[in-house]
């Protein structure tokens, strides 16, 4: 089973910032929480990942609280382009030479209106 | 850089038959991964591959196998097809690096009547 909760959808008007909560309050001392979005029937598109401190990229910006139960996704200026399911992943641990796989969720169905 | 690619695209095959669904890896990524994407079921984790073996694997059955190429191509095969197959095969790939990021193909989709 997955390891994080999110909510199943939500709305954003264009150019707004959207803000995508997670929980994954079982998560474990060397897990990382990774942000991965998937628009209609293609990949999986990766934004950002990060352990405990915020991260920031191009794409998008990532904020974890400080007990590391939860997590925000932000898309500063939203598009039509970002309507897509965005899915929040625990990464499992690596062992046994395994790079640890990543578990998906049901994610959350962003979508960008004008 | 080119990204994964996956062939073919798009598949038909009728139930009891064998398919093989083929990935190429981001150049210099020597970690693949195949996971299935079902309506149902949603995105599951089938194998992970690095240098020619098989390091993790999902719970699928034993229909379904995989295997890589020195090179890091890889392949994947389901035999005796059932109804409940049909889905998107997705390939990611990766520096064989602790917690290298997972890059996706765009996927094979594969019908079975």
């Known amino acids: 089973d997955a390891k994080t909760t999110q909510p199943p959808s939500m709305d954003c008007a264009e150019g707004r910032a959207a803000n995508l909560p997670c929980n994954h309050s079982?998560?474990?001392?060397?897990?990382?929480v990774y942000w991965y979005r998937q628009i209609h029937s293609q990949g999986p598109q990766y934004i950002i990942h990060?352990?405990?401190n915020n991260e920031t990229n191009e794409m998008a910006s990532l904020i974890i609280t400080e007990d590391r139960k939860s997590s925000t996704l932000i898309l500063p200026h939203a598009t039509l382009r970002d309507t897509a399911v965005y899915y929040c992943?625990?990464?499992?641990?690596?062992?046994?030479?395994?790079?640890?796989?990543?578990?998906f969720g049901k994610g959350t169905k962003l979508s960008v209106k004008p | 850089k080119a990204g994964v690619t996956q062939t073919p695209r798009y598949l038909i095959k009728t139930r009891g038959q064998q398919v093989t669904l083929s990935c190429s890896p981001i150049?210099?990524?020597?970690?693949v991964s195949w996971y299935q994407q079902t309506p149902g079921q949603g995105l599951q984790f089938l194998f992970e591959?690095?240098?020619?073996?098989?390091?993790n694997k999902g719970n699928f059955p034993g229909r379904f196998s995989g295997r890589q190429f020195s090179n890091s191509r890889s392949e994947m095969n389901v035999s005796t097809l059932e109804l409940g197959d049909s889905a998107l095969y997705l390939c990611?790939?990766?520096?064989?690096?602790?917690?290298?990021?997972?890059?996706f193909g765009p996927g094979t989709r594969l019908l079975v009547l």
């Open positions: 990060g352990l405990k």
């Open positions: 591959y690095f240098s020619e073996t098989q390091r």
């Open positions: 992943i625990v990464r499992a641990q690596n062992y046994g030479g395994s790079q640890g796989n990543l578990i």
């Open positions: 990611a790939s990766s520096l064989h690096k602790y917690q290298e990021t997972q890059y």
């Open positions: 150049s210099g990524h020597r970690s």
């Open positions: 079982t998560i474990s001392g060397n897990e990382y």
